[in-house]
């Protein structure tokens, strides 16, 4: 996408309004006439599911702060009384806690997506990285969003987390005080956490717009992983990816209101609500689902800083990714010796996510172990060797030929030699 | 691209084999190719835009769906709206509140609070209910009788909702020319009655909904 769109207004108003702000044209070639790779499957509607799902925690999240209140004497009620008496306030508080586990459902879908395709290799690698910076700004979100019940969990997940950070050397117990404000996690860690988890879903805003940005410099990625050749590769994005988009965030939102409709609490730890006492630990800590994987790997190396080095690494390692991965052929789907050891991946991190609603002991500990070591060699081991010894399948000749020829061979692949062949 | 099917052509080494290359022949003549190695169907099949006199399944589809989505966008925006207006708690909190009569002495005017409005109960004189009566309800600015604005049998009690009708602040009490209210902000001037008699205030002291529970006991609210 560069230079002026095609975007050729009729309305005189409209005609105006181009030549001063060309919003209309902007949109016009970015999401009307765009072109779209013909083959993309529903694993392609995640991005616009997730847009609409930071939007949706962004509505819910300013209605609901109009009656929060940050104090930690104040908080917990102030949660019931949403709850209770605010007109609609169960509703808007379900949706947003169980939109929250949405929105990371779709994120990990999404990169999942992005790994299987290849979508980080070149010229993408940019686009990938934003998408990691995009995950850690979720994570941190989602994390002083949950403090602010303040129940139990709220208030000792706090404690755990920025106790993390005393792991480190020298600064370690200086940064956990700066963090708290005081001596211990209390009102100051609250406030601040609230005035963050409000600021920093706009700054996911501005970094989705650079990924969006990065994502139409090169284009998008598509299940065979060859670029677009010619015009007939392609589709406008309206009304195809318009329309895709549009029913696969429908049906996610059955899912979404059947978590908030029916089970709202099933994915929330019963112990938050609980108002939170300082003086009592609850027996068995737990952050949310969505930071299960990680807590297993965290908890998984016995030494207090290697086992914080890992938690950043196993997400930080994302980003290298582009380049861990050697294979010139970007799409699982003609690389079927890399496709085992992806899925073996994806069982490997459910696994860890498991495990690490367990309590740290017996086989528990050693699965968590033997995983959180698969999960670091397939990103420093398992890929770069790969992608140099693996032998790959032919790709088809254009992403409409794979298209039209679906279930047959390519066109121009070795045709097995007829019985009396003369050379 | 060179030719009917383009770099179809090669096969081992380039070159075809002498069979296949007659079975290709023959494949290629029942179907014109075009560049990309479709069909001229299969590349028209690419247009996207359909001209036709009739309405399509498409635009019914369209119309079909856009309407949904209107009702569902609607439906969302209820909660959104509805949120803001007062919760159960802050109805419960503006509930009517019960005023007791008998501590207020002759003369004496009290100041309660309903629903975070500043309320006067004004037990009147036998001398200021004369002066509120016997007034030319036409001169006054905002003309209303001060049997219209106690209830029947009670007229020495005076209840109102002390708020300015010029710009909102609380008018003093037992203050002015007609021993009735004094507001400090603008100088605007109220009878015992509550009515508006100089100053910029458009309208009389506005009263709030009460009822007399017995001689001794009000109702506000």
Redo the contacts between chains.
């Keep these: 996408m560069s230079g002026h769109s095609t975007y050729q207004p009729q309305n005189a108003f409209m005609q105006w309004m181009e030549r001063r702000l060309p919003i209309a044209g902007l949109v016009y070639s970015s999401f009307i006439v765009y072109p779209t790779p013909?083959n993309l499957n529903y694993w392609w509607t995640f991005g616009g599911i997730l847009a609409f799902m930071l939007a949706a925690q962004i509505?819910t999240g300013v209605?609901l702060a109009?009656?929060y209140t940050p104090h930690v004497d104040l908080a917990f009620n102030s949660v019931e009384?949403i709850m209770?008496?605010?007109?609609?306030?169960w509703?808007?508080r379900y949706l947003h806690a169980n939109g929250a586990s949405m929105f990371f459902l779709a994120a990990y879908i999404h990169m999942f997506r992005g790994m299987y395709y290849g979508s980080y290799k070149e010229p993408r690698e940019v686009l990938w990285i934003l998408g990691v910076i995009l995950l850690l700004l979720m994570i941190m979100t989602g994390f002083m969003g949950y403090v602010l019940p303040w129940g139990q969990m709220s208030f000792w997940a706090a404690t755990v987390i920025t106790n993390l950070f005393s792991a480190i050397p020298l600064v370690g117990e200086s940064i956990v005080t700066w963090l708290w404000g005081g001596y211990s996690v209390g009102n100051p860690t609250l406030n601040r956490f609230y005035s963050l988890h409000y600021l920093l879903p706009f700054v996911i805003v501005g970094v989705v717009v650079l990924h969006v940005w990065a994502l139409h410099m090169a284009g998008q990625n598509n299940p065979d992983g060859i670029e677009p050749?010619?015009?007939?590769?392609t589709?406008?994005f309206t009304?195809?990816a318009t329309?895709k988009d549009?029913f696969f965030l429908v049906v996610f939102c059955i899912l979404f209101a059947w978590f908030v409709f029916y089970i709202p609490n099933f994915l929330g730890h019963p112990d938050n609500y609980i108002p939170a006492n300082p003086a009592v630990t609850p027996t068995h800590i737990v952050p949310e689902w969505y930071y299960l994987p990680f807590y297993a790997i965290l908890r998984a190396i016995p030494n207090k800083l290697l086992g914080v080095m890992a938690l950043g690494a196993s997400i930080v390692i994302l980003a290298f990714l582009p380049w861990l991965d050697t294979s010139k052929v970007r799409s699982a789907r003609y690389r079927p010796l890399y496709r085992q050891f992806f899925w073996a991946f994806v069982i490997v991190c459910i696994g860890l996510g498991w495990l690490g609603s367990k309590p740290p002991e017996g086989n528990y500990v050693l699965f968590a172990r033997i995983f959180t070591v698969y999960y670091f060699a397939y990103f420093l081991v398992i890929l770069p060797v790969l992608g140099k010894v693996e032998k790959t399948k032919p790709l088809p000749?254009?992403i409409?030929?794979a298209v039209?020829l679906k279930g047959k061979p390519p066109?121009?692949a070795?045709?097995p030699?007829?019985p009396?062949?003369?050379? | 691209m060179s030719g009917a099917g383009g770099n179809r052509g090669r096969l081992h080494a380039g070159k075809l084999t002498q069979p296949a290359q007659v079975r290709l022949q023959a494949a290629r003549s029942r179907r014109k190719l075009v560049a990309g190695g479709l069909t001229e169907q299969e590349r028209d099949c690419t247009v996207t835009t359909m001209s036709s006199a009739e309405p399509t399944r498409r635009d019914f589809l369209y119309i079909a769906t856009a309407s949904v989505g209107a009702v569902g966008a609607a439906a969302a925006l209820v909660p959104l709206i509805a949120q803001m207006n007062p919760d159960a708690s802050t109805i419960a909190a503006g509930a009517p509140i019960e005023v007791d009569l008998s501590p207020i002495a002759d003369g004496q005017v009290i100041k309660v609070f309903w629903r975070g409005k500043p309320i006067y109960v004004n037990h009147r004189t036998k001398k200021q209910i004369e002066e509120a009566e016997n007034v030319d309800v036409a001169k006054l600015p905002d003309p209303q009788p001060d049997s219209a604005r106690v209830k029947p049998g009670h007229s020495q009690w005076s209840v109102l909702i002390g708020i300015c009708t010029h710009l909102g602040c609380i008018p003093i009490a037992h203050q002015g020319p007609y021993d009735g209210y004094f507001c400090p902000c603008h100088g605007s001037v109220y009878d015992t009655s509550g009515r508006i008699r100089q100053g910029p205030a458009p309208l009389n002291l506005a009263l709030p909904p009460y009822e007399f529970l017995s001689d001794t006991k009000i109702r506000i609210g």
């Design positions: 013909r509505v209605v109009m009656h009384q209770r008496d605010v007109n609609y306030g509703l808007l050749k010619t015009e007939h590769d589709v406008a009304p195809y329309i549009a000749n254009s409409a030929e039209l066109l121009g070795p045709a030699p007829p009396l062949a003369k050379a």
